[in-house]
């Protein structure tokens, strides 16, 4: 077992975990945090996309073990965060999910778009989308409901973050 | 008697949905979110060969007590699959290899432990001896003399063999006779929520609590019932939210009664959540339709006749109900497409191969047969050197021909397919997109345009699934309304919403009726305790259908509020109108929340004999019982590289009809949702077959889902025509946008090289297809020879 401290949606969680635990599976299965999905495990549906650090990250693709001494937010830390009210209310608004089994992941994706670029054209928006699978809604909704929120954003983002990629 | 809304008209509303809320928030709860107390995993160990016989399955030392095999489970019924038809083979499909499997990753036996992880590790420890049979692997060599055999009590390796022959031969002998071949590969549903079962007997109410991530829990429930021998008052199915179906989770599969079975024999819960490679190799399989057809026209473009065979490659068993005939049945159905084509001669094939057996998939059957006939229709346009706009629009029904009865059967019922046809040239611009290819591209890319035409029943009820001699009959849907004392309102359906907003559509619909606010109204399924029967969501037919029974439901119940209405309001119920949610009568007006207290619970202001409660269990079914069809026209404008094959999607502009809209935001997400399912379908989606059985696209890094890049923001155009036979006009609309998109697709890249006569009769339209057919059709013109169609 390795003993873990994460700062987790703000608070200090100390765990003993299985080397070979995923972040999400801890996410899920240890906190109880089940907004963050689990759509294919390996790294490419972008369901469980995570923030690590700042960083957009598959939580299926992170060992827990490598999260010690980080701060993960999820969803669920996200629900008092601006940006991620604006975007909820454009995804509402544009008719942006239909499951919803996505919507988590394309959340966070999402924000993490909008915190690297300034009022993003479509263009952009897909090309960043273009590790987060949507079965449902073939997309158009999801983009114009990010390119509508990088609109209506009152300050200039954040400067981005050092990675120049996001993605784990 | 007036029913008028306060303020608005729900019918026709882009209401926002009631559902998104808890999904934006994170508080989803599917069926891998369902915590249960005491929970252990499964992981099951399946067939690495696609045709075996097992020998033995040895359990790890120590693990023998959490490891089952079929013999470990109680003894257990076998569904019989498919239609009931004497001529349709039974394909016992037992939860557990029953010592042979027919296709790779086949249930062999289950592991439970406290988590998956450890659970798979306890089904590496498994060791299993398969002694390989031949794998069948080619539908169309399946059905020759001498070939291997998956059941060896059948003659050959059809579940069904079957014809369909209308008009006169006669027809067939014209002077255009074009003869082609076309694919339609295999590939996933892919939802993306894998499936998923959680099963436990509750004590308290005696009885098997069943989790599954369901398109319809009440059939289910009747096959699980049978399969594990209990009568249905014990079996309790619940359909937490679905993340997604498209058909994928419309069948009863092995590991939904291995599941249940383990249930009752460990005594504590137990739950497979199915990954993602389980999900691309053992579950639902969809299209795999192979085509060879000759279609016959006059010289002067009329089209007269289909003839030819279909091979559905349908996997290794029947799924229950109803298995993969339907395939057949309604794609030769469809091959006339929306044309006068009066001339049918077809011999449809559904064949067992060792591969995972086929279920629904959105479009079922229909985006094969499109993709045919629509295909065939450019090649005779080709063929005459006619543009293949115009061919359609000579052939095609005619609003004043409707309502027309096809070749094979269909009745079309109501719209203009002309319109159709012509307002999506327009929206395309088809004589801009000549006049860009009169001139080199500078990027040298090729530039087509393509069109296709789909119709899409729907709503068909008793009549039509009787002909279909399906197991079930999904002839009807029902609704129980029940107004609470404060006058808001619950309705429970039997059908299942999965994303396609009926929390929203159905609260409208109930709104409209009631003259309440659609926030006054809670729509409530997926649960086999609390709902009505019904039989789930596909076939694009929960807005006729469950729309239908909230309608007649809330119409049963607003002749009791009106009539209690009258008696406090002293006056007669003919003088009585519906408002804003209260009776109004001449001199005053009383809420329904006085009317339902009264009900509930201060029954003595109730007219003399009436019974208490405001509760209405209402089914429902459509006047026209052969469905309602809605339709439309895809046209596509691709850009091809030809060295490399890589089709771009340029425009992408439908024009179609469903009728009336309940709700035009959430019919136009349909449509763009289909299309991308579609143009997965026509360009990425595929799960090819090694000859020896193996399955090659295993993860997300071989099966390709269309993202954002790929998928284009589709123009939308409605035309309406309502329908006759549903409440308000509605026709169903779910799949509709998955049918016409490789047919539509193809052609554009047909049309792109047309000058050099190369042949896309197969999808998905890989890089590599499309280059190596372009390379065939250049070397057979440098050649002088035609290429092979």
């Known amino acids: 077992m390795t003993a873990i401290t994460v700062e ?47 960083l957009a990250t598959r939580s ?71 590790g987060q699978i949507c079965r449902c809604t073939g997309y158009a909704n999801i983009v114009k409901a990010i390119v509508a929120a990088g609109q209506k954003m009152p300050q200039e983002p954040s400067p981005p973050p050092p990675a120049a990629t996001s993605q784990s | 008697m007036v029913v008028s809304s306060s303020s608005d008209n729900w019918i026709g509303a882009s209401l926002l949905r009631k559902e998104d809320a808890r999904h934006l ?48 489970l109680d003894p257990m019924h076998i569904l019989e699959a498919g239609p009931e038809l004497a001529a349709h083979r039974h394909s016992p499909y037992p939860a557990l290899s029953d010592g042979r499997v027919r296709y790779v990753g086949q249930p062999i036996a289950a592991c439970i432990a406290p988590s998956r992880a450890l659970a798979e590790d306890l089904a590496d420890h498994v060791e299993v001896e398969l002694e390989a049979l031949p794998a069948v692997v080619d539908c169309v060599a399946a059905m020759k003399p001498g070939s291997p055999r998956l059941f060896d009590t059948w003659p050959d390796n059809a579940f069904i063999a079957s014809s369909v022959q209308e008009g006169d031969p006669a027809l067939a002998q014209a002077p255009i006779r074009l003869r082609r071949q076309l694919r339609m590969n295999r590939q996933a549903t892919v939802s993306l929520e894998c499936r998923g079962v959680l099963a436990h007997w509750d004590h308290r109410h005696d009885e098997l609590v069943v989790y599954l991530s369901t398109q319809g829990g009440h059939v289910v429930r009747i096959g699980l019932a049978r399969a594990l021998g209990l009568p249905e008052n014990k079996v309790r199915v619940i359909a937490p939210d679905v993340g997604g179906g498209f058909g994928g989770k419309n069948r009863i599969m092995p590991e939904d009664i291995a599941v249940a079975a383990l249930a009752l024999k460990v005594g504590h819960p137990v739950r497979w959540i199915e990954d993602r490679r389980e999900h691309l190799v053992a579950s639902v399989h969809a299209r795999d339709h192979f085509y060879d057809l000759t ?44 044309y006068r084509i009066q001339h049918l001669n ?11 057996p086929m279920g629904p998939y959105r479009g079922v059957a229909r985006p094969g047969a499109c993709f045919a006939i629509e295909r065939l229709v450019d090649e005779v346009a080709r063929e005459l050197g006619r543009e293949p706009f115009d061919l359609r629009r000579q052939n095609i029904v005619t609003a004043g021909e409707l309502p027309y009865r096809t070749a094979a059967g269909m009745r079309l019922d109501t719209g203009d397919y002309v319109a159709a046809l012509e307002s999506a040239r327009d929206m395309i611009d088809l004589p801009a997109i000549r006049a860009r290819q009169a001139k080199p591209e500078p990027d040298g890319r090729a530039i087509g345009v393509g069109f296709a035409f789909y119709t899409e029943q729907s709503g068909h009820g008793t ?35 999965h994303g396609q907003g009926h929390e929203t559509t159905l609260a409208q619909i109930a709104a409209h009726e009631l003259s309440l606010d659609p926030s006054q109204i809670s729509i409530r399924y997926g649960d086999t305790a609390t709902t009505p029967f019904g039989f789930g969501t596909f076939a694009s037919r929960s807005i006729v259908f469950a729309g239908g029974a909230v309608a007649r439901s809330c119409r049963m119940l607003i002749e009791k509020i009106r009539k209690i209405g009258a008696h406090l309001l002293q006056t007669d119920v003919t ?16 809420s329904f929340a006085e009317i339902a207290y009264a009900a509930n619970v201060r029954q003595e202001h109730l007219p003399v004999g009436m019974d208490p409660l405001l509760d209405v269990t209402g089914t429902y079914e459509p006047t026209e019982t052969g469905g309602v069809f809605a339709y439309g026209t895809h046209a596509v404008v691709v850009a091809v590289e030809p060295d490399t094959g890589v089709v771009e999607i340029l425009d992408y502009a439908v024009s179609e009809d469903c009728g009336t809209m309940i709700n035009p935001m959430i019919v136009d997400g349909q449509v763009q949702g289909g299309i991308a399912q579609g143009i997965g379908t026509a360009l990425y989606e595929e799960i090819p077959y090694d000859e020896i059985g193996q399955p090659l696209a295993t993860t997300f890094g071989d099966y390709m889902v269309p993202c954002a890049p790929e998928i284009p923001t589709v123009r939308l155009h409605h035309l309406v025509h309502p329908a006759e036979a549903t409440e308000y006009g509605v026709k169903g609309l779910g799949e509709g946008g998955a049918i016409a998109p490789p047919a539509a697709i193809a052609n554009a890249i047909a049309d792109a090289f047309r000058g050099i006569g190369a042949s896309f009769n197969e999808t998905p339209l890989t890089p590599r297809r499309v280059s ?16 092979a169609p």
Request: hydrophobic residues 40%; glycine residues 10%; charged residues 20%.
């Open chain 2, 25 to 72: 928030l994170g508080h989803g709860m599917f069926i891998a979110d369902v915590r249960m107390p005491g929970v252990q995993d499964v992981a099951f160990v399946r067939s690495d060969m696609a045709h075996a016989q097992v020998r033995r399955v040895i359990k790890p030392v120590g693990g023998t007590a959490q490891v089952f095999t079929l013999s470990d």
């Open chain 2, 575 to 590: 003088s009585t109108r519906i408002e804003a949610g209260a009776v109004h009568g001449p001199s005053g007006s009383v």
């Open chain 1, 60 to 130: 299926c693709l992170t060992l827990a073990a490598m999260a010690d001494g980080r701060s993960v937010s999820t969803l669920e830390g996200l629900r008092g965060d601006p940006l991620m009210a604006l975007l909820r209310r454009h995804f509402h608004e544009s008719h942006a999910l239909q499951c919803g089994f996505c919507t988590p992941g394309m959340l966070i994706a999402a924000r993490d778009i909008l915190q690297r670029h300034t009022r993003p054209d479509d263009k952009t928006v897909r090309h960043e989308l273009s």
């Open chain 2, 346 to 356: 077809l011999k449809t094939f559904t064949v067992a191969t060792n591969k995972a």
């Open chain 1, 8 to 54: 987790l949606n703000g608070v200090k969680v100390v765990d003993d975990v299985e080397p070979r635990l995923s972040l999400a599976d801890f996410l899920r299965d240890r906190c109880g945090l089940t907004a963050t999905h689990l759509g294919c495990e390996h790294g490419a549906c972008g369901a469980c996309t995570v923030m690590v650090d700042g």
């Open chain 2, 295 to 338: 279609i016959s026209a006059k010289a002067d473009g009329t089209l007269l006749g289909v003839e030819g065979e279909v091979y559905i490659d349908a996997g290794a068993y029947s799924l229950w109900p109803t298995g993969s005939f339907m395939e057949a049945s309604m794609a030769s159905r469809n091959l006339t497409g929306p």
């Open chain 2, 463 to 497: 009549v039509e699934w009787v002909k279909r001699k399906s197991r079930v009959v999904p002839g009807y849907e029902s609704a129980n309304v029940r107004m609470q004392p404060d006058g808001s309102l619950i309705i429970h359906v039997g059908t299942q919403n």
């Open chain 2, 772 to 787: 190596e057919a372009i390379d065939r059709a250049r070397r057979a013109k440098a050649d002088g020879t035609s290429p």
